[in-house]
Structures are given as C-alpha cells and as structure tokens.
C-alpha cells in the first residue's frame, strides 16, 4: 500500500515471458496492482494471475502522434507509483514521448547522457577500454574503404555489430549482430550494415556469456548477482538455459568501475564473455534496463524488481548480498529452438556454442535435484506455463503442416497444374507484382527485368515492386546495384515500399520468392491465394524458390539474379509476350 492507503500501482511495458513477465510477477507477489501495456495479444505473460489490466496501445510511429496520444490518456487515468518500460524499443519510445511530453512521474528510465552510453557499442567499449577492462580486439568502421582496411588485418571469424540494436524510426525491427567465417561472407555483411550507418567490428572471443546483474544508487552497487549461459545461440545472441554462480571477483569490479563512471542509478546488468579454458574475459555490452535472464536471478532470491520498487518509492538501499548459487532456469520456447540447432550442427566446433549430447543429457540432473526452474513456471502462476506448451505445440503442428504443404507443391504433377494455372493468369495478366521480405534485392530487380523486356518487345505493362518490412524508402545494397548492373538493371533510384491491400487487389499476378513470402502473403491477403505463385513455378523443373541474397557475398547476389533474369527472359516474358500477341 502507498502512504496514502491507496493500492500501489505499477505500469510495467513489453512483450516477452522473460524480463517482462518476471517483473510483472515480483511486484504482483507483493500486492502492487500490475498495468500492463506493449504486450502482443497472444502474449503467454498476458495470461498470469498478477495482470490487473491490459492497456492496447496502437503502433508506435513517429510521424504520427496515436501512440504518444494513447499513452497520456492512461497516464492521466492511473496514478500510477512506478512505470517500468523492459525493453529497448519501449524505452526508445518513452524517449520520444518524454521529448514532447515531458518528465512521466515514477518513469523508470535512466537519463539520456548515461543511455547515450550504454546504448552505442562504441561509447560503451571506448569506456571500458579507458577504465581498464579487457575488451576485444575492435575497430570502428564507417566507409566502405575502412571495411576493407580492417578486414584484411584480421583473421576469421568476425563479428559484426551495428553500434545501437534499435533505430529511434523503426523500433520494432532489431539489428543483429552477425558473425562471418570468411572474409567474403564479412565484406558482404559490413556493406549490407553499413548501409544503415557505422559498425564495429571485433575479432571473436571463444568464451561463454556470462553476466553480473546490480541495482545500483548514483554509482554504487548495492546488490549483484552472476548468471553464466548453459545454452546460448550457435553464433551468440540471448541464453535460453542459464545457471546462478557465486560473483567473480574480477568482473565485480570491472561492474563496479562502470556502474561509478557512469553514476548509474536503477537496474542493470553487464555482460562480458568468459573463456572457460584460460579464464580470460573481455566486456561485450551494458544492458540499462530489465534482462532477459532476470526469472533466474528471482528464482534465486535476488528480486531485483521487488528491490528498485522499493529503492524508488520507500529510498530503501539496504539489500540482501548473498543469494542461492547452481540454479538453472530454462526458457522452453528458446529452448526447443536451441536443441534443434544443436542436433542440426557440430557438437566438436569451439566456435560454435553448441554442446555434445551427453552434456546436455547430465544437465537434466538439476531437474532431479531440485535446481530446475522454466521462466514461465512459477506454482503461484502456471496458466503463462500452459499458454506457452499449447503455443509450442500449434507451432510444432503448423510447421509440420507447412512442410508437407511444400512436399506437395514440389510434386510432378502438383507443379504441372500450377504452372497451368499460372499460365491462365498471366493469359489475362496486364498487371504484375513482384513480392519479397525487404523489397530492396530480389523484387526491384525482377521489376525492372521484366519491364524491360516488355518494352522491348513493344508491350506496355504495369509492373510493380513490394515488400514485407514496414520501413519504406530504403535503398537497394550496394551490393546489389553492382549485382543488378551487370544484367544491364539499374536499380540505383529505387526505393522500397510496403505492400499494401490495395497493391495486390489491383495486381493480377503476383510472384514471390520463398515460402516464407508465400506463406505471408497468404496470412495477410487470402484474396490473392488464386492469383499468387513462386517464382520458382514458371520452370517445371527447377527450384521453387530463390533465397535472399541480403547480406551475402557478391557471387550469391550474380546467381540470384541470374536464376531471376533466366526465369524471366526464358519462361515469364515468353508466356506474357505470347498472351498479348494473341489478343
């Protein structure tokens, strides 16, 4: 209860079973009225008992002031004590709607000169490399000619990193950081981030992600807790396994060093990556806000959540220092996800993060011995628990049904009644659209190698070009305007664009490229099912699909577009050209 009587009221923002969900239970436990908004509406945390409401926001767009709007009429509805946002595209979002708005009361959100920091890659390491921190070996590039300089200096693999995981216009679109393991795959890559601004590049560091949680007042710690990764993405990324171990000393300290430097004042935690063998460490990032791994840290008595509640609205900075050590929590979800890239990889390749079987069969032993916990079990809230299994499962049987739909479709004589089809569409056909994910690679080309060819031999159609991602006006990769070139395409002037209802209802043929176009296609627009096709499906013999060239070397974007300029030249325009003579 607050000081007035009333009921304590949280707002918590987000959209996982991890930091969200956590958060949402550690402050429910304690009988603070839990908010919540952000949250997709299939959401497993939406189902736990210590929701009190769900509050739906509508897209967040710069351009527009809806959600902004929105937010302010819940805010001047609730009084609420605390406002928690636990990840980093709500954060980025509380940003903008602070700029206009002004100061949120209870808005857990540190200031901008310290998220400055922590949210560039760059600054970060530049502070802890002042500091003394170990760190790996990095460059920042910014040009083409840097990429280059760089890459010939150092031996693969390489990591690659945009300097920030989100853009302020796109939050709801993730850079990810890419590992290469030949310098063709690295120049490909570089050039394909470069395209959205400076990148850093690092030599790899075999080790395991490792992890030392704070809360912390104006630069000093007042408590800590370290995790290590048990499972953790093939070439990095978030654990879906992880174990609770005792604070080493060392990476304390370098916590510590950063926490002061920076005046941190809330939650946070820093990463580092751990070489098991030599016991050598280097800092990878600082993450200023809730973490993924935080339903293991409450499982072993360091209620992070239930602490900032209480630092924040009572001043109280007296903690407990020592907490449960060799709990494991697992994430099903992530998890099945990590166990099939196991099985599908070498278990014996250090530079892989995968694990021999029989590791993975003894790690079953924290079950038996009462060390297991699952993020989305806690025996006060199972109902998030059994949202997540029925998930697991509709998506084992969907996968299961999409795979036997591709066996069908790659049939003899299924491919034969298609392609019948298809050439009773494009008899009547006058308007084309070509569809892919981002619209700048293999669409724009296909457009602008058919509509070539239409020109020259004297037809006149509309031919159009769309895409999935909802950022509009990208340019096409370098990469792929070299590519295009040498097929006589010139893809310099084009700019991306979102497919929309009203571009296929007026389309009468549209072509894609892979499956996970023609399957999303299908989900958004069930009206164009009779009139869309692969691109594959103009040759009865070849592939169906054609793979994204996105971020690939030079050499797979000339196959791709040589397999796209053959089916066009070859087998599309023939049969367009053919239907138009005759009319």
Same mark, same amino acid.
């Given at each position: 209860m607050s000081d007035s009587g009333r009921q304590s009221q949280a707002l918590v923002f987000g959209g996982d079973t991890l930091s969200f969900l956590a958060v949402i239970r550690s402050l429910g436990r304690k009988g603070v009225c839990v908010h919540v908004a952000g949250a997709v509406a299939t959401s497993p945390t939406l189902r736990s008992r210590y929701v009190h409401k769900v509050h739906h926001l509508p897209s967040f767009d710069q351009s527009r002031d809806s959600w902004c709007e929105a937010l302010q009429a819940i805010l001047a509805t609730c009084q609420f004590d605390i406002v928690i946002p636990c990840d980093d595209p709500h954060i980025l979002r509380f940003l903008y709607y602070t700029s206009k708005y002004g100061a949120v009361k209870g808005l857990e959100l540190l200031p901008v000169s310290i998220l400055e920091v922590t949210s560039s890659k760059q600054r970060s390491l530049e502070l802890a490399q002042n500091l003394g921190i170990p760190v790996a070996n990095s460059h920042l590039v910014t040009?083409?000619?840097?990429? #280059?300089?760089?890459? =010939? @200096?150092i031996r693969p693999p390489v990591v690659l990193k945009p300097l920030t995981s989100f853009d302020a216009r796109d939050t709801a679109?993730?850079?990810?950081?890419?590992?290469?393991?030949?310098?063709?795959? #690295?120049?490909?890559? =570089? @050039?394909?981030?470069?395209?959205?601004?400076?990148?850093?590049?690092?030599?790899?560091?075999?080790?395991?992600?490792?992890?030392?949680e704070f809360l912390a007042s104006n630069g000093r710690i007042l408590c800590a807790f370290q995790h290590i990764r048990l499972h953790e993405p093939l070439h990095g990324g978030g654990s879906s396994y992880r174990k609770s171990i005792p604070l080493d000393h060392r990476m304390l300290r370098s916590t510590e060093a950063l926490v002061q430097a920076l005046r941190y004042d809330g939650a946070g935690m820093v990463e580092f990556k751990w070489n098991l063998r030599t016991d050598a460490y280097v800092f990878v990032e600082i993450n200023a806000r809730f973490w993924g791994s935080l339903p293991l840290a409450i499982a072993s008595g360091a209620d992070f959540p239930w602490f900032l509640y209480r630092y924040r609205t009572e001043g109280d900075t007296s903690f407990p220092r020592s907490f449960e050590i060799g709990v494991c929590c697992r994430n099903l979800t992530l998890d099945f996800d990590w166990l099939k890239a196991n099985a599908r990889n070498s278990r014996s390749d250090p530079l892989l993060a995968t694990k021999p079987w029989p590791n993975v069969v003894a790690e079953l032993g924290s079950i038996f011995l009462g060390r297991e916990r699952i993020d989305t079990l806690t025996l006060d809230d199972p109902r998030p628990l059994f949202h997540e299994v029925v998930q697991l499962f509709v998506t084992a049987i969907g996968a299961a049904q999409r795979k036997l739909r591709r066996r069908v479709r790659?049939?003899?004589?299924?491919?034969?009644?298609?392609?019948?089809?298809?050439?009773?569409?494009?008899?009547?056909?006058?308007?084309?659209?070509?569809?892919?994910?981002?619209?700048?690679?293999?669409?724009?080309?296909?457009?602008?190698?058919?509509?070539?060819?239409l020109t020259r031999a004297g037809y006149v159609s509309r031919v159009g070009s769309s895409g999935f991602h909802t950022v509009e006006s990208r340019r096409a990769p370098e990469a792929a305007v070299a590519a295009a070139k040498e097929f006589g395409v010139d893809i310099t002037e084009h700019r991306s664009r979102r497919v929309t209802r009203d571009i296929i209802e007026h389309a009468d043929a549209v072509i894609v490229f892979d499956w996970s176009n023609f399957e999303q296609l299908s989900r958004e627009f069930p009206q164009a099912r009779n009139k869309a096709f692969l691109m594959g499906e103009l040759d009865l013999y070849g592939p169906l699909t054609i793979q994204d060239p996105y971020g690939h070397n030079p050499g797979f974007y000339r196959c791709t577009y040589g397999n796209i300029s053959r089916l066009i030249e070859h087998h599309l325009l023939p049969r367009l050209a053919a239907a138009k003579g005759g009319r």
């Amino acid at each position: 209860m607050s000081d007035s009587g009333r009921q304590s009221q949280a707002l918590v923002f987000g959209g996982d079973t991890l930091s969200f969900l956590a958060v949402i239970r550690s402050l429910g436990r304690k009988g603070v009225c839990v908010h919540v908004a952000g949250a997709v509406a299939t959401s497993p945390t939406l189902r736990s008992r210590y929701v009190h409401k769900v509050h739906h926001l509508p897209s967040f767009d710069q351009s527009r002031d809806s959600w902004c709007e929105a937010l302010q009429a819940i805010l001047a509805t609730c009084q609420f004590d605390i406002v928690i946002p636990c990840d980093d595209p709500h954060i980025l979002r509380f940003l903008y709607y602070t700029s206009k708005y002004g100061a949120v009361k209870g808005l857990e959100l540190l200031p901008v000169s310290i998220l400055e920091v922590t949210s560039s890659k760059q600054r970060s390491l530049e502070l802890a490399q002042n500091l003394g921190i170990p760190v790996a070996n990095s460059h920042l590039v910014t040009s083409q000619a840097e990429l #280059a300089s760089v890459l =010939g @200096a150092i031996r693969p693999p390489v990591v690659l990193k945009p300097l920030t995981s989100f853009d302020a216009r796109d939050t709801a679109h993730r850079r990810e950081v890419r590992k290469a393991f030949t310098h063709a795959d #690295a120049a490909a890559i =570089g @050039a394909s981030l470069l395209e959205h601004g400076a990148i850093q590049i690092q030599e790899n560091f075999v080790g395991t992600g490792t992890g030392v949680e704070f809360l912390a007042s104006n630069g000093r710690i007042l408590c800590a807790f370290q995790h290590i990764r048990l499972h953790e993405p093939l070439h990095g990324g978030g654990s879906s396994y992880r174990k609770s171990i005792p604070l080493d000393h060392r990476m304390l300290r370098s916590t510590e060093a950063l926490v002061q430097a920076l005046r941190y004042d809330g939650a946070g935690m820093v990463e580092f990556k751990w070489n098991l063998r030599t016991d050598a460490y280097v800092f990878v990032e600082i993450n200023a806000r809730f973490w993924g791994s935080l339903p293991l840290a409450i499982a072993s008595g360091a209620d992070f959540p239930w602490f900032l509640y209480r630092y924040r609205t009572e001043g109280d900075t007296s903690f407990p220092r020592s907490f449960e050590i060799g709990v494991c929590c697992r994430n099903l979800t992530l998890d099945f996800d990590w166990l099939k890239a196991n099985a599908r990889n070498s278990r014996s390749d250090p530079l892989l993060a995968t694990k021999p079987w029989p590791n993975v069969v003894a790690e079953l032993g924290s079950i038996f011995l009462g060390r297991e916990r699952i993020d989305t079990l806690t025996l006060d809230d199972p109902r998030p628990l059994f949202h997540e299994v029925v998930q697991l499962f509709v998506t084992a049987i969907g996968a299961a049904q999409r795979k036997l739909r591709r066996r069908v479709r790659s049939n003899g004589i299924v491919r034969r009644v298609r392609m019948q089809r298809l050439e009773r569409v494009l008899r009547r056909a006058s308007t084309v659209e070509f569809v892919c994910y981002g619209n700048i690679c293999r669409s724009p080309f296909a457009a602008e190698t058919l509509s070539g060819g239409l020109t020259r031999a004297g037809y006149v159609s509309r031919v159009g070009s769309s895409g999935f991602h909802t950022v509009e006006s990208r340019r096409a990769p370098e990469a792929a305007v070299a590519a295009a070139k040498e097929f006589g395409v010139d893809i310099t002037e084009h700019r991306s664009r979102r497919v929309t209802r009203d571009i296929i209802e007026h389309a009468d043929a549209v072509i894609v490229f892979d499956w996970s176009n023609f399957e999303q296609l299908s989900r958004e627009f069930p009206q164009a099912r009779n009139k869309a096709f692969l691109m594959g499906e103009l040759d009865l013999y070849g592939p169906l699909t054609i793979q994204d060239p996105y971020g690939h070397n030079p050499g797979f974007y000339r196959c791709t577009y040589g397999n796209i300029s053959r089916l066009i030249e070859h087998h599309l325009l023939p049969r367009l050209a053919a239907a138009k003579g005759g009319r």
